[in-house]
């Protein structure tokens, strides 16, 4: 029968490309179902654990003295209020905290520790299997945060060093914290028992507290955030609420699924290509035939059905072998997920998505395939039977013989422009390897522009931080404005320091559009010394100027020039936005004018300080942290690292897991298109050498050919990565804060050895490949 | 006169299915000499066209030895092989075999390029353009230059495969039935071309089942059943009107061998 006939020549003829062809529909489906695994698995994961902490909506920080009678009151009286608590927790320096048997203190970390002990009826503090944890007197329970960065084990015991003696606790649990787990949050809730925290109180003084609120409509935190803080009760102290916490908590692996859903769109484009490669190419081989059997009268519909049946096979069993290769992969790709988040059960519709994700890859092989045979409709019988063996479906092959005549080449390289020349003599053939080349730049590019950009000290301005040398941060506490100002005085007189700016963060009320009062932190103090990037505008000059950070604006709907009133020394004062900045730290809304603070309500206090060229940063820090004692001193790669080091590790994976994705394609589709070539051009090559070409010249001229489509693709792919992958990144990121972000190239890395990388491994695809012309296919060619 | 080439116990064996061995050529011993005008023939696979690709280069042979210009072609490198086909050798085919993306100019001059002049050292851009000019005029084919190969006859097509076998000025031209697919007229042209090029120096060896073309050279070898079995010397061909004769002496020479 002709139909089978054909099947079972087409896939015997093309065994590689086949097989390429179905590994990118797997690979394709498999991320794609991983991809979709990992959502789900993020968001039903949050959802269990913020059900099962019964995490507030609303979170007041207050470090200062507080009046729960008022408070109780309040709550008692807003019928928005469900719950209320307060909860006070024993702030404790870094200084004093030592995990494990180190001996290193907690100095350096970024992160604010407070002691606990459990909430009664809501914020639970969860153990591993999200259940609320208690724990026994002389034991605590550690963040999962340290779990991972300070390498802790059960057992392991904890000091604090007090005023008068060290209390030592053994750690028997790892907590789940639904306000506190990411990274990017810079507190951390540690468990102890009712006793032992009683006993601590006596030694640590300073407390924080938290109050929290439970609404009876958590679709009304907004308006609840406004109602609390234009109350007059105590708000010193950042505000939060629980569309934060979870947008927090998904953050770094929400990045990680949408670069892999990205990744899985690259490759099923390349997998795209080749299908479409393929089938041209088997339609070209089978041009008589398809003509034969038009003549013979079968009907197109037929010949048609023919193909469809084979890559439907194909694609069908690609994309189910994908799909069930990601089930197994899905615990490592979730295993971040699994130990901050905790998993939960999912129901059968949330399992059933992955499958879905995998089945929509193979209707979109399934459509393309059915898109290019239209082509089959063009081929006449007459035409295709007339037809030599050198004509087909791409058009004449001596097409363009006139441009570029040899005598434009300089002599020491012929071969390489009859390579060069080939490729615009032949480009429609040729453009598939440039498109691969070109997503392979991209695949590589991107991942490593923003693993560069993250990690780059300049980074820090997306995070509303102007970059200096170190940064000194102090919270509010008992008199802190007078520490504030010996500090100050100290920093002066050092003869290290190059130039410094203290900040102050302070509330302020601001009337809204409809008279209201709204509360505003607001970062008082000169901003041209460590300036920031600003989206649009510039920082304030003027007394009547404020800059705000880019979710604030939005939230306040504000444009630069726009103006809005704020209470200054008791009377509004109208004040113009000069300014848009990108600030993904406090919850992203935050603004910053050159006005005096507000002593009545200062939240904390900065300095930002660039050392003198002799000074040694190390031993400044220490110097810093004894004499500031508690302010806390960091620097500005490790405040980056203790921040987003989690989201670099994972990134800098897949950055890793994208160069291989990119290298083994182009090693791939460059061996599998030189095959095809070399076999389709075999009577030339053999010509070539019966007058004297040498293998090396040949080789030369392929080489040439796939390299000059590299330097395209790698061309393009960098622009594109440039452009539109910066933007890509722009709004994966401005879901934190930042409404765009510019890449902070490495070129040596990414316009050097990246490209060398590329280069490297197709010369290398390529003369392996070329090594396929045997000495004996000159006669073959030749002779009749 | 001096020898160009020398075969001693040439033998090649073709290795068919799993076992089976082919003996093709049996212990050809042949001399050419510098200028020479042979040509070969013989029933259909008696290994004529093998013999050319053997001691070109092209193929490998299986035992014994071919010289060529003092080199022993079994000691050459594929490179060195190649350079020798390149700079010594010029080759016409019955299928003339163009490169199908080039202008006929260029199929012309791109040996050229490639070469390395042994006669002048460096090549020169523009002596190859001029070489390949003048072969074309010679030829009859100049006004053709800048065509797609698909736009001349086969006859024109043919005089491009000389011009390009030309244009390094080798020591021999190899032929395989390079006027087997011609017509009568076309075949007359051609073989009028190759005396000359072979009046002007340079030795020719063709293969042809051809006595018209055959008749024109100067000495005919006979193959069968890979030996090459008798030879005939026709003299010098001066191309003035005893072709007739030169025919019919060679008919009948090859009645005596049963062809
Ligand atoms: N690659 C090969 N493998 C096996 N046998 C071969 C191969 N090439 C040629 N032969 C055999 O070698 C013999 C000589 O072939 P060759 O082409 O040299 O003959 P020929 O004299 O040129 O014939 P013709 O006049 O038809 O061109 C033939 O019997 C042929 O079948
Ligand atoms: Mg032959």
């Keep these: 029968m002709i139909f089978l006939r054909i099947l079972k020549k087409d896939f015997l003829r093309k065994k590689g490309i086949m097989l390429i062809v179905f590994s990118f529909i797997l690979l394709s489906a498999f991320l794609m179902s991983a991809g979709a695994n990992l959502i789900v698995e993020l968001s039903n994961s949050l959802n269990a654990l913020f059900s099962a902490s019964r995490a507030p909506h609303f979170v007041q920080m207050h470090a200062g003295s507080i009046d729960q009678p008022t408070l109780n009151g309040w709550a008692r009286k807003n019928k928005m209020v469900e719950e209320f608590q307060l909860v006070e927790m024993i702030t404790i320096d870094g200084s004093a905290l030592f995990l494990g048997d180190s001996g290193v203190s907690e100095e350096s970390s970024v992160m604010d520790i407070g002691f606990v002990s459990q909430n009664e009826t809501f914020d639970y503090l969860l153990d591993m299997q999200n259940r609320p944890l208690q724990v026994s007197p002389g034991e605590i329970a550690v963040p999962v945060y340290y779990l991972q960065n300070r390498d802790l084990q059960l057992g392991d015991t904890l000091r604090v060093k007090g005023a008068s003696k060290t209390t030592s606790l053994t750690i028997t649990a790892f907590l789940r914290d639904a306000q506190m787990n990411p990274s990017i949050v810079h507190s951390k809730r540690f468990l102890l028992h009712q006793s032992d925290y009683t006993e601590l109180q006596k030694q640590f003084t300073e407390s924080e507290y938290l109050i929290e609120f439970i609404l009876t409509d958590p679709g009304r935190i907004d308006e609840f955030t406004k109602a609390y803080l234009d109350s007059g009760l105590p708000k010193m102290g950042p505000t939060v609420d629980s569309r934060l916490f979870k947008t927090l908590n998904a953050l770094t692996d929400g990045i990680v699924a949408a670069v892999v859903i990205v990744l899985s769109l690259l490759i099923m484009i390349i997998a795209l290509l080749c299908l479409r490669f393929t089938i041209l190419a088997t339609l070209e081989d089978d041009y008589r035939e398809i003509g034969v059997m038009k003549a013979v009268g079968m009907k197109r519909g037929d010949i048609k059905r023919i193909y469809l049946f084979k890559y439907f096979a194909l694609g069908a069993l690609a994309a189910l072998l994908g799909y069930l290769a990601s089930l197994s992969f899905n615990r490592i790709l979730s295993e971040d997920i699994l130990l901050y988040i905790g998993s939960a059960p999912k129901s059968f519709v949330q399992h059933l998505i992955p499958l879905c994700a995998a089945a929509l890859t193979f209707l979109i092989v399934l459509l393309s395939t059915v898109l290019i045979l239209r082509r089959l409709n063009r081929i006449s019988a007459v035409e295709a039977l007339r037809a030599g063996a050198g004509a087909g479906i791409g058009g004449k092959a001596s097409a363009g013989v006139r441009i570029l005549p040899l005598k434009n080449s300089k002599l020491f390289n012929v071969n390489v422009f009859l390579g060069m020349r080939d490729v615009f003599q032949r480009f429609r053939m040729f453009a598939l390897l440039g498109f691969i080349f070109f997503f392979c730049t991209f695949i590589i590019i991107l991942p490593v522009h923003f693993l560069g950009t993250i990690t780059s000290p300049s980074f820090i301005s997306y995070m509303g931080i102007g970059r200096s040398d170190i940064r000194v941060d102090l919270r509010q506490s008992e008199s802190v404005a007078a520490r504030f100002s010996d500090m100050l005085e100290y920093i002066e007189a050092d003869d290290d320091v190059e130039r410094f700016s203290p900040l102050i963060t302070s509330q302020f009320t601001m009337l809204s559009d409809n008279g209201e009062k709204e509360t505003i932190a607001i970062e008082s103090g000169d901003f041209t010394l460590f300036p920031l990037d600003y989206v649009k505008g510039g920082a304030p000059a003027r007394e009547n100027e404020i800059a705000l950070s880019y979710l604030k604006a939005k939230d306040m709907n504000r444009k630069i020039g726009d103006s809005l009133s704020l209470m200054v020394d008791g009377s509004p004062r109208e004040m113009t936005v000069c300014g848009i900045y990108q600030d993904v730290t406090n919850g992203g809304r935050t603004a910053k004018t050159i006005l005096p603070y507000n002593p009545a309500k200062v939240l904390w206090y900065t300095v930002s300080l660039d050392l003198a060229a002799q000074a040694d940063m190390q031993a400044k820090m220490h110097e810093y942290s004894d004499q500031f004692h508690p302010a806390r001193i960091t620097d500005m790669e490790s405040y980056i690292d203790q921040t987003l080091g989690s989201t670099i590790d994972q990134l800098g994976r897949v950055t890793l897991v994208a160069i291989a994705a990119g290298l083994v394609v182009s090693i791939l589709i460059t061996s599998l298109f030189l095959k095809m070539i070399i076999s389709k051009d075999s009577s030339q090559i053999a010509i070539m050498k019966s007058i004297g070409f040498s293998l090396q010249h040949i080789r030369i001229q392929y080489l040439s050919n796939t390299l000059v489509l590299l330097a395209i693709g790698l061309l393009l792919g960098t622009v594109f990565s440039n452009t539109l992958g910066q933007r890509f990144v722009s709004i994966l990121w401005s879901q934190m804060g930042a409404s765009q972000i510019t890449f902070i190239i490495d070129p040596l890395r990414a316009y050097i050895l990246m490209p060398l990388l590329l280069m490297g491994t197709v010369s290398l695809a390529t003369v392996l490949s070329i090594s396929a012309i045997k000495e004996h296919s000159i006669i073959n060619g030749v002779k009749e | ?259």
């Design chain 2, 1 to 259: 006169m001096s020898i160009l080439l020398e075969t001693k116990q040439l033998n090649k064996t073709y290795v068919v299915g799993k076992q089976n061995e082919v003996n093709v050529l049996k212990d050809v011993d042949l001399k050419i000499m510098r200028g020479e005008f042979v040509s070969v023939m013989g029933p259909s696979g008696s290994g004529k066209s093998t013999l050319l690709y053997n001691i070109c280069g092209m193929d490998k042979m299986s035992d014994g030895s071919v010289l060529f210009n003092e080199k022993e072609l079994s000691r050459l490198s594929e490179k060195e092989l190649s350079a020798l086909r390149l700079n010594e050798m010029g080759f016409i085919f019955q299928q003339i075999h163009l490169l199908k993306n080039l202008s006929i100019l260029d199929n012309i001059i791109l040996s050229g390029y490639l070469a390395h002049n042994r006669r002048r050292g460096a090549v020169k851009k523009k002596d190859v353009e001029k070489r390949a000019v003048k072969l074309m005029e010679k030829t009859g084919i100049a006004e053709l230059a800048t065509n797609d190969i698909s736009q001349a006859s086969g006859g024109q097509l043919q005089r491009v495969g000389i011009c390009r076998a030309l244009i390094n000025e080798p020591d021999i031209i190899f032929g395989d039935e390079p006027t087997g697919a011609l017509n009568s007229k076309s075949s007359d042209e051609i073989m009028e071309l190759l005396a000359g090029v072979n009046r002007g120096g340079t030795t020719v060896m063709l293969v042809t089942h051809d006595v018209k073309v055959a008749a024109k050279t100067e000495r005919v070898l006979f193959m069968l059943d890979g030996r090459l079995v008798a030879e005939k010397h026709m003299g010098k061909y001066s191309g003035n009107g005893d072709l007739k004769a030169r025919e019919e002496r060679l008919s009948s020479w090859l009645l005596e061998l049963g062809f």
